[in-house]
């Protein structure tokens, strides 16, 4: 169901160790208890791909999984998405923050090489940042943060700030 009073988190990724799926399939019922939506796209190990079928299966109102690669659908889940997670155990580059935030969807982010030079993390005293990030690989820490960007999410004019910086971005 769409509701716009509902943050729609995307991710698009291969499914595999290094993007962070573990972290991701840990906390998968406390992210669906949010008041969010999630959609994934993607394709690898079949560990993750049962896992997140299962998840979608169970929560049919709140995830989409697409176990595939889709080029087309992939742009409009960055450019039709509120954020995009990208909980990477290692990430060298990363293309997926910038193109998300390209479209003005914010990225949630593990501080890990390209991820921690691209993402500026939000700070609610200056109102400045391009997104939201965590430090440590823990599924808890990531489960904060992407609690954060909802409770920012809420505020629309703050929200719209940052959109405005990741898109400058």
Known sequence: PEDPKVALIG???????QKGLDLIINQFEAMCQR?????ILGSGDHMYEDALKGA???????????CKYDFVLSNRIYAGCDMFLMPSLFEPCGIGQMLAMRYGTLPIVRET???????IPYNKYTGEGNGFSFKNYNAHEMLHCIRRAVKV?????????????????
């Open 35 to 39: 008041r969010v939506q999630i959609i």
């Open 11 to 17: 991710i698009v990724t291969r499914l595999t160790e």
């Open 113 to 119: 090489g390209g991820l921690k030079d691209t993402v």
């Open 56 to 66: 979608a299966w169970a929560h049919q109102d709140k995830v989409s999984f697409q």
């Open 153 to 169: 999410y809420n505020d629309k004019d703050r929200w719209m700030e940052l959109v405005n910086n990741a898109m400058n971005t």
